[in-house]
């Protein structure tokens, strides 16, 4: 039995590592923001939704595959939470009513595990009741799969069954052992037998067809009981680690269900919060890593949006065929904000999300990558350059082709020209690699000499500049300027000061 | 016929055991490491007056060295360790019987002790008859062995063993418990409870989960509620019982004197050629040294056997060392830089000689070595003693006692006897040692700070430790034949601090 609600053909692994880069991208793309909105303070919700999105899809096909389980969610909101009560509700009552595994006797294991799974039996019993109710309503392959899937499998005859065992391992006529003579005719191999079913009394079939002999331990022998519960446990070692793990695996598999789908029940949260601030969402349509696409049209930053709890300025942006975007301009002008809404964006299509636009085509990126000046170095200011050579070191060692890396205002802790010849050879290796490349600057030098070279291959946009000094932060294609309005700014601040 | 051995040819004598103590050469030599180590966890066998008992006569040397090669073949030690395993088995089974209290539990137990002891024989027998052997010991073996294992006594015991466990092992019962009351009959083929949950639960089967099964406690023991169930077994299923009780009745010793003298003896052999094994793995050489009876002893790449032991475990390299005699030559007068390794070498040599005494592979690419009749050892003890007089005058008794006893076939190594008294007290009784050592013409390694010792006659081979000159402090180990100087080391060191003459001068501001 198999969830399959991320993956058409594979179970979610929770334990796997996060990528090397994951907390620089949090920190540069305001991802802990949008963690939030998806979990509503569920911290299961919050673990779900941070593995997910950093955990990049670089298929197409993965891509549409989620895509279409969340629009069955989008449309079914109610019912896929129903769903995801079943494996809490499991926890909780593992919790509520003490059902674990907890002796080390295997009469004792066998005992609280029969408890345990007859726990687990009932939860089954409603999930099948909401897959017969719901199956014809959802159009997604992974629903349409995993419905059919509980139909097929837990069917009544297989209730039957499960009751069954459940009923016999209570023991009420007693235990049947098998047992053969070892080494010193010690008995071994006790194994338990489960009685043949006739309708005869049950003391004549176990001892009507053949001659036995027995005997009967005298109340006070306290020593041969206690003799007598080991041969037990020796007979019933197997049939409790049997039940146990079967208790587990399904245990196992209710944990995963609720794993797979807290990351749609995090993307409904999510969706709810962005339509309640006004926002649009679209589900982006993602290229092979190979083409340059990225063609947005209202584009936002969903951090910013979301921190502030009020709508923000989107930015239409075409910039298809393009292997480099340097984006230039006013401080302030929202140039760092664009860069965030365009890795965010990048990050949410890769994993199967809708995203913050009103349209993206993008094409899927092996890695994103991202290189922030870091105000927070400010006060080692001689090692700071060697730190960010030190950073871009790092990265370069898991930078494949189509890879897409961001950079915003790097390489900039030394002069103009250093810096501008430093980061002039880094991209350059970096596009020779194939690799995609956002860079927001302010170096005039480094921002140019692509402006004069460039053959159509990248794209320059510039914050945005009302004749009148304004700021619309929204980004327009253009010539890298000269200045970059500090002074603007300057005036701006001591003006209203 | 006398019975084989694989420690003592036929008609030699064996050591009176009881009688057998440690060599008092052993610790100088760090031979009671050795030997400790190398009987850890073979205690029951009683292997000791073996290693302490070093042979004087080549023919025997010569038997147990072809031993010692014939079990140099992988396949012929994997069997006799096999062996071993089933007769310790056999042992622990056959000592448990007087402590149980059930007779069908004895009786089993018995059963198993045969049942081992015919299977440990009969594989040995035929891994020998398939073996390619070539000492004496082992082809006498091998035809006691063929003998033994068809003879009528022999055949009857393994068959008769085998038919009563397979009749034992064809009882299956059933007990059926409910509350305190126990029943006991035959089965009826009811199916496995476990394996059908199993089916029933396979499919939400995902990857490894825990175990529950709880570790079965197994002990050789029967309690009284075991028992009344085995009695239950026995009336339901009498035959097989009475057979057993039989078996055992019919054979009631069953083990041949040959077959565990062998057990015990190849232990000697199995112990040392286990405790060498990491060190061969460690690219160390073995050989089997040539017996001479000239005095030429030589060793090529050979080692102390307690230090490389010491080294290998901590993964450390291990430095060998080549010596020789020629003609006339007797004695090796070791000097050179302290911790270079010159103690060792004098250990080295007296180790190769008793070990080849033993019978047993040395250290070494290859050794000719010679069977003292007796290995004398003075080395400076390390303790304090409060009076040096009364230490040295301790040391000249022991000495007197050793050139009282030693002849020309002893082995005599004194290593830094005099280094507690003043130069020219050394001096003089060094003189007077090596004299005595010459006109004895025995063997002799002199370990000493005293140069001169080593050019007093045509007898004396001087070695010297050395030094890298390239890093003087890093010392090498490595003891050479070269004329003694006593001046590279000191010399090398004051390079090292700018402190040669040259150096000094130029580093002496005007």
């Known amino acids: 039995m198999n969830v399959f609600l991320l993956f058409p053909n594979r179970d979610a692994d929770p334990k796997a590592p996060l990528p090397w880069q994951a907390e620089a991208l949090e920190q540069d793309l305001g991802l802990p923001q949008v963690y939030e909105a998806m979990a509503q303070g569920d911290k299961f919700l919050h673990a779900a939704a941070r593995r997910v999105l950093l955990d990049s899809l670089e298929d197409v096909d993965l891509i549409r595959y989620r895509q279409a389980v969340l629009q069955d969610c989008l449309a079914h909101p109610d019912v896929v939470r129903e769903i995801y009560r079943i494996p809490i509700e499991a926890q909780e009552k593992k919790r509520e009513q003490w059902l674990g595994i907890f002796s080390r006797s295997p009469q004792g294991i066998l005992s609280s595990a029969v408890d345990l799974l007859a726990m687990f039996v009932g939860l089954l019993r409603r999930l099948k009741g909401i897959a017969d109710a719901q199956a014809g309503a959802f159009a997604s392959e992974g629903f349409r799969r995993f419905f059919a899937m509980l139909q097929a499998e837990l069917d009544e005859a297989y209730f039957e069954e499960v009751e069954t065992h459940l009923r016999t391992l209570k023991f009420r006529q007693g235990v049947l052992l098998s047992a053969e003579l070892g080494p010193g005719n010690e008995g071994t191999r006790y194994t338990l037998r489960k009685p043949r079913r006739t309708p005869r009394p049950i003391l004549k079939q176990i001892f009507g067809r053949t001659p036995s002999c027995g005997f009967t331990i005298p109340p006070r022998d306290t020593y041969g009981s206690k003799a007598l519960g080991e041969i037990k446990d020796r007979g019933l070692n197997e049939v409790a680690n049997a039940v146990a793990q079967a208790a587990d695996h399904i245990d196992g598999f209710l944990k995963l269900l609720q794993a797979e789908l807290a990351f749609y029940v995090g993307a409904l949260n999510l969706a709810e919060r962005i339509a309640a601030l006004g926002m649009p969402l679209a589900f982006p349509d993602p290229a092979p890593a190979e083409t340059r696409r990225f063609t947005a049209s209202g584009l936002y930053d969903l951090g910013l949006a979301l921190a502030k709890n009020a709508a923000v300025v989107g930015n239409d942006i075409q910039a298809n065929a393009k292997n480099l975007v340097i984006i230039t301009g006013a401080n302030q002008g929202g140039k760092t904000t664009f860069l965030r809404s365009a890795g965010l964006a990048q990050l949410m299509m890769q994993a199967g999300l809708f995203v913050p636009a009103q349209a993206l085509e993008a094409n899927l990126a092996r890695g994103v990558f991202t290189h922030f000046k870091r105000e927070e170095d400010a006060e080692m200011e001689s090692g700071k350059f060697d730190e960010e050579l030190g950073r871009m070191d790092a990265i370069a060692d898991y930078l494949r082709a189509h890879s897409l890396v961001l950079f915003n205002e790097s390489f900039a802790a030394t002069n103009e020209r250093e810096g501008s010849e430093i980061a002039r050879q880094i991209v350059d290796a970096l596009l020779e690699g194939r690799v995609k490349v956002f860079f927001v600057t302010h170096f005039y030098t480094f921002a140019h000499s692509y402006y004069a070279a460039s053959q159509g291959e990248a794209l320059f946009l510039r914050a945005e500049r009302l004749p009148d000094g304004r700021r619309t932060f929204k980004m327009i294609p253009a010539e890298p300027l000269q200045t970059s309005f500090g002074e603007d700014l300057y005036r701006q601040i001591f003006k209203a000061g | ?510």
């Not at chain 2, 022999?154 to 038919?163: C, I, S, W």
């Not at chain 2, 250290?363 to 409060?386: K, N, S, Y």
């Open chain 2, 1 to 510: 016929m006398p019975s084989p051995s694989v420690l003592f040819p036929p008609d030699a004598a064996r050591p009176d055991e009881d009688q057998a103590a440690e060599p008092p050469f052993f610790g100088d030599l760090n031979l009671d490491q050795v030997v400790d180590a190398l009987l850890a966890g073979r205690k029951a066998y009683r292997l000791r007056p073996f290693f302490y008992h070093p042979l004087h006569d080549a023919a025997a040397v010569r038997y147990r060295q072809a031993v010692a090669q014939d079990l140099e073949n992988d396949a012929l030690r994997e069997h006799v360790h096999t062996f071993a395993t089933r007769m310790r088995q056999v042992g622990r089974y056959l000592r448990m019987l007087n402590d149980l209290e059930y007779p069908y539990h004895i009786a089993g137990w018995f059963l198993e002790a045969v049942l081992r002891y015919t299977e440990a024989v009969q594989a040995l027998a035929d891994a020998l008859a398939e073996a390619d052997l070539h000492a004496a010991a082992f082809l006498a073996l091998r035809d006691y062995l063929a003998d033994y294992v068809h003879a009528e006594a022999f055949t009857a015991l393994r068959d008769e063993a085998q038919a009563v466990r397979a009749e034992l092992d064809a009882i299956r019962y059933c007990i059926h418990i409910l509350g305190d009351t126990v029943r006991v009959r035959r089965c009826e083929d009811e199916p496995d409870h476990a394996a059908e949950v199993e089916r029933t639960f396979a499919k939400f089967r995902r990857g490894a989960v825990k175990d529950y099964r709880t570790p079965v406690y197994v002990r050789s023991g029967m309690n009284h509620i075991e028992a009344q169930i085995l009695d239950c077994v026995v009336k339901l299923y009498p035959e097989p019982f009475a057979h057993l009780d039989a078996f055992r009745t019919r054979h009631p010793d069953f083990r041949d004197p040959v077959v565990t003298a062998f057990d015990r003896e190849v232990q000697f052999y199995l112990a040392y050629l286990e405790f060498i094994a990491p060190l061969r793995e460690a690219g160390l050489p073995f050989c089997t040294p040539e017996i001479i009876t000239d005095k030429a002893i030589a060793a090529r790449e050979t080692y102390d056997l307690a230090l490389a032991h010491k080294l290998v475990s901590e993964g450390r390299p291990v430095v060998t060392n080549d010596f020789a005699l020629h003609g006339k030559e007797r004695i090796f007068v070791v000097t050179g830089p302290n911790q270079g390794g010159k103690t060792t070498f004098a250990r080295t040599v007296g180790q190769l000689h008793y070990l080849a005494a033993l019978g047993l592979p040395v250290p070494g690419r290859e050794a000719r070595l010679v069977l003292p009749d007796r290995i004398f050892t003075h080395f400076e003890r390390a303790e304090e003693v409060a009076n040096l007089r009364g230490k040295l005058e301790d040391e000249l008794i022991r000495l007197r006692e050793t050139f009282g006893q030693a002849t020309p076939q002893s082995l005599i190594i004194l290593n830094e006897v005099f280094a507690s008294t003043t130069f020219q007290d050394a001096l003089f009784l060094g003189r007077q040692v090596m004299e005595r050592l010459l006109a004895l013409d025995a063997l002799g390694v002199f370990v000493t700070f005293l140069a001169e010792l080593s050019t007093l006659g045509p007898q004396v081979v001087s070695m010297v430790s050395t030094v890298d000159p390239e890093n003087p402090a890093e010392r090498t180990y490595k003891i050479v034949r070269r004329r003694a100087d006593g001046l590279a080391y000191a010399h090398a060191l004051a390079e090292k601090h700018h402190l040669t003459h040259d150096q000094l001068v130029a580093r002496v501001r005007p």
